[in-house]
């Protein structure tokens, strides 16, 4: 009979409380790499969708998604009789917070112009939208259905479409509709204010700004050569994709990706010591039992594979029980927990490692145990 299982058979209740203390510790730290891999996620999942080959804007800033950036709305012609661009389309984005039928929310709002890139890649649910005005596809996260109205600024619009998977980096889900639309919601000025702008000869009172001029290029076009090209207009700035998503996951959300980084670290620490104090707490209360072993004349191996299995089993047990607890909990969180094979095994061998090194105090302690001990109590 396996020695680790017959202890264990015989504290059954007790291993199974430990499991589960362990269990929840884990699923924390485990939620930790899910949400630092869904803040990447996320702040990527606008510029994978519109698959863009190449960012056109505002010379001297780094993109819509890292500064301000507005450029005229005719840029999206020259840009598009560049050599090698197969299409370009104009965007505008804009967060705001909207009125909503269960309340406010804050949402991200995407202006492009139907049948050129800017728009959601894959309608979930509906249409995407037509030729009519104050029409929005919005994603799941909103909490949106089909035909509800939302109130953004002075204006009303209607739910035709929903995508999913689809948010900002700061998490806010993405609303998409026609370019007209979100420049008359982002540039133009309420009455007041524009007779004021007039008044005083301002030129405030034109809307046909962008923030940003997407291109889809040919295949066999050379994406930097392009972009080079863009930018020998001053007033132009211009990033390929690579770049583009090189600038979201090192600069704008950079700071979150430490902090959650460094929390996962201390996490993993944290729950290292606690396994090791569990394994070591586990092995004295057998101190009889393996002196008793030493005495009718087991081998050390035996001793070091009841401590190193019982550790290996109680931290199998418990990453199990972490696993279950986060995927059935991951859709409550406000954010994406991103958790595919890769970091589930990557995870269960580090919870493994953890396992064998927190084990290893508690083997010295063992093999240190003298027969005698059996007997003398």
């Given amino acids: 009979m396996n020695l680790a299982l017959a202890d264990i058979r015989h504290k059954f209740g007790r291993f199974v409380l430990t499991c589960l203390g362990l269990g929840l510790l884990m699923a924390v730290a485990l939620s930790m790499v899910g949400i630092y891999q869904g803040v990447v996620s996320e702040a990527l999942a606008l510029s994978r969708s519109l698959r863009a080959d190449l960012w056109v804007v505002e010379s001297g800033t780094r993109g819509p998604f890292a500064e301000a950036s507005r450029i005229p709305g005719d840029v999206r012609e020259m840009v598009a009789r560049l050599p090698g661009v197969a299409a370009a389309g104009a965007i505008t984005l804009r967060t705001a917070e909207a009125q909503a039928p269960q309340g406010i929310i804050r949402v991200q709002v995407i202006g492009y112009e139907p049948g050129r890139p800017g728009g959601p890649s894959v309608i979930a649910a509906g249409r995407g939208l037509g030729a009519a005005r104050f029409e929005i596809v919005a994603d799941a996260r909103a909490g949106l259905p089909l035909g509800a109205t939302l109130m953004l600024g002075r204006y009303r619009y209607h739910v035709v479409g929903t995508t999913r998977g689809l948010v900002a980096s700061s998490g806010d889900p993405l609303i998409f509709m026609q370019l007209r639309d979100s420049q008359d919601l982002q540039f133009r000025l309420a009455p007041a204010a524009a007779r004021r702008a007039i008044a005083a000869s301002s030129l405030g009172t034109g809307t046909d700004t962008v923030n940003a001029i997407i291109a889809r290029l040919h295949p066999d076009a050379d994406p930097a050569l392009v972009a080079d090209t863009a930018r020998r207009w001053?007033?132009?700035?211009?990033?390929?994709?690579?770049?583009?998503?090189?600038?979201?996951?090192?600069?704008?959300?950079?700071?979150?990706?430490?902090?959650?980084?460094?929390?996962?670290?201390?996490?993993?620490?944290?729950?290292?010591?606690?396994?090791?104090?569990?394994?070591y707490t586990m092995t004295m209360d057998k101190l009889r039992e393996i002196a008793t072993l030493k005495l009718i004349g087991a081998p050390d191996s035996t001793i070091i594979g009841l401590v190193m299995q019982q550790a290996l089993l109680l931290g199998g047990v418990a990453y199990v029980a972490a696993v279950a607890i986060v995927f059935s909990a991951r859709d409550m969180f406000p954010r994406a927990v991103a958790l595919g094979p890769t970091e589930v095994a990557v995870m269960a061998g580090v919870i493994a490692m953890i396992c064998l090194l927190g084990s290893l105090v508690s083997i010295r302690a063992a093999l240190r145990i003298e027969p005698q001990q059996a007997l003398g109590g």
């Fill in 234 to 279: 001053k007033h132009l700035a211009a990033m390929t994709d690579a770049e583009q998503s090189n600038l979201l996951t090192l600069s704008v959300v950079n700071r979150a990706r430490v902090q959650l980084g460094m929390f996962t670290v201390v996490l993993l620490f944290v729950s290292a010591v606690i396994i090791a104090l569990i394994i």
